[in-house]
């Protein structure tokens, strides 16, 4: 049976998270799984008082192009290897996808430890994360703006100094940082730097979060509102040149393009690898406030094939005037076939319709397969977070 675990339980989930990710106890993760733990839904089974599996289910929001959703963050998979049971973490996603649903949350991000493993679970890869490494002998050489003055500051004021900005350019189906987080953040990421871009007015334009390993600079997190921040954000960077061999940027924008930091692009190692995934919990509550690029859709009958039963029906989806109608239908005819993950593929952004369609994942009218496929998001949904 599937607990939710309280205070009590806390040793115990301490003890099973810190063996099942191989980490040592100390001040640093007891400080942060307890307010992890704190602002979660953590469910556990146990065998004669022992935690033998977990799950951990956090809560956040999210600004999906404008449209605001609650998402679960799950995290801290974890079984103890004496655990007979094999079902456990099925029961546990079970009854973690039926109170998300019962408390009104649509969407839910993971970070996989094995992507077809959560696919049982109904989520499917729609992140993808770049990674440009370039020799820092390679960067271009910029000079920077007079506008603009870039102050390191210690991350624990990042909150207060970049929150705003981080939030309004956070639009794409990331989460939102609520206080707890940003406090917890550097008790375990305790080696990232900040440093800020101001304006004349001391408006904040921009930042970047970084880090130092071995002889690398690695920026973690990059945002500038205008080209004046750009230059000299990274003209700060190139001031590390002698410090460091290699400048490695992260990010969640997979259209980012070496050439932005150097003049040949052969002179950068760029990969794209997949991130987290996603999971409609409540298909009805995503799509009647899913911001369609189109004011008007002629009816479409979608059969929707998902293991939660809720969203595992027959739905009639029309749009008239931007008044979005998706209900349950018993009409006989059908005119698109989909399962839930490559539904979610085509609503965040990742792969198109048409694309799914060329592959065998969807079947039905490919008029309407098209026609519907106009509708959704063209932009790539991002997240910068890893739960």
């Known amino acids: 049976m599937a607990y939710i675990l309280d205070v009590n339980d806390f040793d115990n989930y301490k003890d099973l998270f810190l063996y099942s990710f191989n980490y040592n106890d100390s001040l640093q993760a007891d400080t942060f799984l307890k307010k992890l733990f704190k602002q979660s839904i953590v469910y556990g089974i146990k065998n004669n008082n022992d935690l033998i599996a977990s799950i951990t289910n956090t809560s956040f929001q999210s600004n999906f192009f404008g449209k605001k959703f609650n998402v679960g963050g799950i995290g801290n998979v974890m079984s103890a290897p004496e655990n007979t049971k094999n079902n456990s973490i099925d029961l546990l996603m079970e009854q973690s996808f039926k109170d998300m649903y019962d408390n009104k949350v649509t969407l839910s991000y993971l970070a996989p430890f094995s992507y077809d493993y959560y696919r049982r679970f109904g989520y499917e890869q729609v992140f993808e994360k770049t990674n440009i490494e370039i020799p820092f002998s390679k960067t271009i050489n910029v000079k920077e703006s007079s506008n603009i003055r870039i102050k390191r500051c210690d991350f624990s004021e990042a909150e207060n100094l970049i929150g705003d ?223």
Not at 198 to 226: H, L, P, S, T
């Open 165 to 387: 900005i981080y939030e309004r350019n956070n639009t794409f189906g990331g989460v939102k940082r609520d206080s707890w987080y940003w406090n917890n953040r550097p008790i375990w990421f305790n080696r990232e730097h900040l440093a800020v871009a101001y304006d004349k007015a001391e408006e904040v334009k921009g930042y970047i979060i970084y880090y130092f390993q071995n002889k690398n600079m690695i920026i973690d997190d990059f945002v500038w509102e205008d080209p004046q921040v750009f230059l000299s954000i990274f003209h700060f960077i190139n001031k590390h040149r002698s410090m460091f061999e290699f400048l490695i940027i992260k990010s969640t924008d997979s259209n980012l393009k070496p050439i932005c930091f150097t003049s040949n692009p052969s002179d950068a190692n760029t990969t794209i690898s997949p991130y987290m995934m996603a999971r409609i919990v409540n298909l009805s509550a995503f799509m009647n406030n899913y911001p369609f690029q189109k004011h008007n859709l002629d009816e479409i009958i979608i059969d929707v094939s998902d293991s939660l039963v809720w969203n595992n029906n027959s739905w009639k989806l029309k749009i008239n005037n931007g008044q979005i109608s998706f209900v349950e239908t018993n009409n006989s005819r059908t005119d698109i076939f989909i399962n839930i993950q490559t539904l979610t593929k085509a609503m965040f952004g990742f792969q198109s319709l048409k694309d799914s369609f060329m592959m065998g994942n969807v079947g039905g009218d490919l008029n309407k397969i098209n026609e519907l496929d106009s509708t959704f998001i063209k932009n790539q949904a991002k997240l910068k977070e890893s739960f």
